[in-house]
């Protein structure tokens, strides 16, 4: 079992992907998004996810739903 956290930023957020292993063999994504400004964390936001057969299934799965909230939820300089 891999139990090695994901971690990757996007567009200024940190996604921190650790999905949790069930007893029946299979994982639960799971990400956490925070956003990192000065000496604490400004926002932070947990998703749990889809249920996955493989470990690396449920990292991809997770980081692209943080990417996608991130796109949702977050007005990029552009857009003011």
Known sequence: MNSTPYRSFYRDY???C???ALEDGR???SVAI???GGLKTQ???FLDLAIF???DEAVEHARAAG???VDKNVRSIADH
Do not use: I, K
Request: glycine share 0%; charged share 25%; no cysteine.
């Open 53 to 55: 057969d493989s470990h």
């Open 14 to 16: 940190m996604l921190h």
């Open 43 to 45: 926002t932070q936001r």
């Open 18 to 20: 650790q999905p949790r």
């Open 34 to 36: 925070s956003a990192l």
């Open 27 to 29: 994982y639960r994504a």
């Open 67 to 69: 990417m996608d909230w």
